[in-house]
């Protein structure tokens, strides 16, 4: 009985191999419990946060609403502030609406640049904006060509959201524009087309010019990308990853500084998020800075 119970208390080199199998089994079993139950845990935060896909869709939602109210308040808008008012070395920001919209499209990005000192103006370029791109940018060059004559100003900042990017390029490079220009800012603008631009002519035909020039590829279009950006403007792209108007490789600029955010078209002029960049942008931490920084890590 002694030798059966000495047997018993040392264990086979077969058993201790299973026991310590067994061992590390249970070891692998409970580490993978607890990896599933974090992962359950932070479930709600990753499908529903702020930069989850659903997330950003609802975000992008409410956006979306916000630019339908304002795209409702048509052309109207409140008389500017005068000149004398205002210090010279901040410039007038004019901001360019794009296809299909108004005005009021861009109210809140207007009110909230108001609301920080900024000096906003912009012009009724059509009731939804429509008309050949060209057009549009000529009459941009004569209205701020006035502007700056009665103003202390020699140049101006332009913002264009979509097609309104695209007006205010064609006024820099083709136009002289570039003399006059201090920043352009492009907002979610179809540089190199967008295929959306087919609902425009399906819908619209032979009454919107610019639905085709927006399309991949056209001659406006070639003819926009022909020669080099003027070396003296800064120019800035700020593009939505979440576009699906025009995809983010769609507003790709040679020579210009890129803001990428994880947001959607609408947003672009909507958000608060995107503001706070675009005022950083405008009005740099250090006034002599060019604004090579001002992405703030965002590229």
Not at 33 to 57: H, K, N, Y
Not at 103 to 127: C, H, P, Q, T, W
Not at 164 to 171: P, R
Request: proline letters at 6%.
């Amino acid at each position: 009985m002694i030798h059966e119970r000495g047997c018993m208390s040392e264990p086979s080199d077969g058993k201790k191999h299973k026991l310590a199998h067994l061992a590390e089994s249970t070891r692998a079993t409970l580490q993978r419990s607890s990896w599933l139950a974090r992962w359950i845990g932070e479930a709600p935060s990753r499908w529903l946060g702020r930069r989850s896909t659903v997330g950003q869709d609802l975000l992008g939602g409410a956006d979306g609403l916000a630019y339908l109210r304002g795209l409702a308040r048509g052309n109207r808008v409140r008389r500017q502030e005068t000149f004398q008012k205002l210090d010279p070395a901040a410039p007038p920001i004019l901001l360019i609406h794009g296809f299909l919209g108004t005005r009021g499209s861009m109210y809140l990005l207007e009110k909230r640049l108001r609301d920080d000192g900024f000096m906003v103006i912009s012009f009724n370029i059509g009731a939804v904006n429509t008309r050949d791109i060209r057009r549009s940018a000529f009459l941009i060059r004569t209205k701020v060509e006035r502007i700056l004559a009665d103003s202390p100003w020699q140049k101006i900042d332009i913002l264009g959201h979509s097609m309104g990017g695209l007006i205010g390029l064609y006024y820099a490079k083709k136009l002289g524009g570039a003399a006059r220009i201090r920043k352009l800012i492009m907002m979610g603008t179809p540089v190199q087309g967008t295929w959306v631009a087919l609902a425009g002519i399906a819908t619209l035909g032979l009454w919107s010019t610019s639905s085709w020039q927006l399309l991949p590829r056209s001659r406006f279009l070639d003819e926009l990308a022909a020669g080099p950006m003027p070396p003296e403007l800064e120019v800035y792209t700020l593009a939505a990853a979440r576009d699906w108007v025009v995809p983010l490789a769609r507003t790709k600029v040679p020579g210009s500084t890129p803001v990428t955010v994880p947001l959607g078209h609408s947003s672009l002029v909507v958000s608060e998020d995107v503001y706070q960049r675009l005022a950083t942008i405008l009005r740099p931490p250090n006034a002599e800075d060019r604004g090579g920084s001002a992405a703030g890590g965002s590229r």
